[in-house]
């Protein structure tokens, strides 16, 4: 029997996306309307890095193994840009 994914609320959402990409500033958006939470990330000096892009249906998002697996990746990208980010990832609550 597979194991149950932890199921996150949106303030634990929040603090996981926001967390995945620190010391970088990442803003955080529920978009109830299309069902997506969105994103964007800005360097230390506020130069815009990633503009507000979805990032993942509401719904997959409250998925903890699923929602680590995107960031993860996104991760990656921004490291591969040249961006360094602290270790990651961390409790999201």
Request: negative net charge.
């Amino acid at each position: 029997m597979l194991p149950v994914a932890t199921q996150l609320d949106e303030e634990q959402i929040r603090s996981f996306v926001e967390g995945a990409f620190s010391p970088l500033h990442c803003a955080v958006h529920f978009n109830t309307y299309e069902g997506v939470v969105e994103f964007s990330i800005s360097g230390t000096n506020n130069e815009q890095i990633i503009p507000q892009r979805p990032l993942l249906k509401i719904t997959l998002a409250k998925n903890e193994s699923f929602l680590k697996g995107t960031l993860s990746s996104v991760r990656q990208q921004l490291e591969e840009m040249g961006y360094s980010l602290l270790p990651w990832p961390s409790s999201g609550g």
